[in-house]
């Protein structure tokens, strides 16, 4: 069964740290473009990074740019997204995503799999 599994989540003040994990069972993982959504409470949901699979180029959401680092391990079949310098407004349920294509994909519609999600909560 292709799955993805997500860990790391948690509670921390602001100005902490988390890194969240992702565990892929995923046929062909290492050619696959990887990303990570969050979604906040009444919010939609927003990529906030995004990992090629041929290149390893990485995108970022502005905001979080400079404190959220993505990569990969292809031979764990792991990606990873160290969070530093958390704030609250990155509380939200943080998910791992995996596209068909190797090139970044900016939209949630394009990722056809997901984990199930990890609670982020950063207080103030």
């Known amino acids: 069964q292709e799955q993805l599994v997500e860990s790391g989540g948690g509670l921390v003040q602001a100005g902490g740290s988390l890194r969240l994990s992702c565990a892929s069972s995923?046929?062909?993982?290492?050619?696959?473009?990887m990303a990570w959504f969050r979604q906040a409470p009444g919010k939609e949901r927003e990529m906030v990074a995004g990992?090629?699979?041929?290149?390893?180029?990485?995108y970022y959401k502005d905001s979080v740019k400079g404190r959220f680092t993505i990569s990969r391990d292809n031979a764990k079949n792991m990606v990873y997204l160290q969070m530093s310098s958390l704030k609250p407004e990155d509380t939200a349920v943080y998910y791992c995503a995996a596209t068909i294509w190797h090139y970044i994909m900016y939209a949630a519609g394009d990722y056809p799999f997901w984990g199930q999600g990890t609670q982020v909560t950063v207080s103030s």
């Open positions: 995923l046929r062909t993982f290492s050619t696959r473009a």
């Open positions: 990992i090629d699979g041929s290149d390893g180029s990485t």
